[in-house]
């Protein structure tokens, strides 16, 4: 993020960033470049950049026969949550999404990974709503395979930005899980309240029954048709006191590499088309999110494009 030096920056206003880090003088990366005084700096020539993609300075010649042709393209971009947000379009469609959680002095935040996963973002976020897979696919963290009939949703609504979902699921309660959690029983349930943020982003808050809540937040950044840039991070109403962040790191990343072990199998060119998969009624918010979608696609005068399609 540039336009302003670090310590003149309003966290809360957008900030521009120059995404296009490729110059046009040998395709030079500016991502290699240094930030001099808010503006960007080419690693190559020293041509340096504003931040609106303007260039202002090239060493090799003066500053007014500059040519108006030397830019970068800029993107609107602004930090939150410890994350840099950007809108690739002219203007955003949305807003970022709001986490109370982050403004609460009596939660901790802990990050937990940022990395390409080989799948698509609407398998992930149709994953992280399915009440039916934690039992076969999470059988060695939390999923009880031998009762695999989770209980149905209690509550699936629409809203302006994705869908909001409740339900309460029955879970096993590893060791790992009793030291985090503070409870020695073998056996918990989850009450879960579970958001969906179109097109990629969803919050879910796990409440146990001791009280404490466990709020994680996973966003996917399309990189391919094929891979998502994935980040997740939690909120948590303990200490470290309490469990250690490190220990609760280990915990979720043990339930997401079960989760990749299975995603990354799946066809990343997920159809919107319902005829084209079939269903049980653990996919109804699944289902809800791909009519959403394909809604939202006729909105911005677009149509649905897979691989199929295509031919590819």
């Not at 690693?43 to 931040?51: C, E, L």
């Not at 088309?273 to 939202?296: C, N, S, V, W, Y």
Request: hydrophobic content about 35%; aromatic content about 8%; charged content about 25%.
């Amino acid at each position: 993020i540039i336009g302003q030096n670090d310590d003149s920056i309003d966290r809360r206003q957008p900030q521009v960033c120059l995404l296009h880090l490729t110059k046009v003088l040998f395709f030079a990366q500016l991502s290699k470049g240094k930030v001099i005084e808010g503006n960007l700096s080419c690693p190559y020539h020293g041509w340096t950049f504003n931040a609106s993609g303007t260039c202002v300075k090239v060493p090799q010649i003066a500053a007014e026969i500059i040519p108006k042709t030397y830019f970068v393209k800029a993107y609107h971009c602004t930090e939150r949550y410890g994350y840099a947000w950007v809108c690739l379009a002219d203007e955003p469609i949305a807003n970022i999404p709001e986490f109370p959680e982050a403004g609460d002095p009596k939660l901790r935040c802990i990050p937990e990974f940022y990395e390409p996963w080989r799948c698509s973002g609407l398998r992930i976020m149709e994953n992280s709503f399915d009440n039916a897979h934690p039992h076969f696919v999470h059988e060695n963290t939390f999923g009880d395979a031998a009762n695999p009939i989770p209980p149905d949703y209690d509550v699936i609504e629409e809203t302006e930005t994705g869908i909001r979902v409740k339900s309460v699921l029955p879970v096993l309660n590893s060791p790992l899980q009793q030291k985090n959690l503070q409870m020695a029983e073998t056996e918990t349930v989850r009450i879960l309240e579970m958001t969906w943020y179109m097109p990629f982003t969803r919050k879910l808050q796990i409440t146990y029954p001791n009280g404490l809540i466990h709020t994680i937040i996973t966003s996917a950044t399309p990189i391919n048709d094929s891979t998502s840039q994935v980040i997740q991070f939690c909120w948590r109403n303990d200490t470290e006191a309490d469990a250690k962040a490190s220990d609760i790191i280990a915990f979720d990343r043990a339930v997401t590499l079960e989760d990749i072990a299975v995603l990354e199998t799946t066809d990343y060119d997920t159809p919107l088309d319902l005829q084209q998969e079939q269903h049980m009624f653990t996919d109804k918010p699944g289902i809800l999110m791909r009519r959403k979608l394909a809604a939202l696609l006729k909105t911005q005068g677009e149509e649905e494009q897979t691989a199929r399609m295509l031919d590819l």
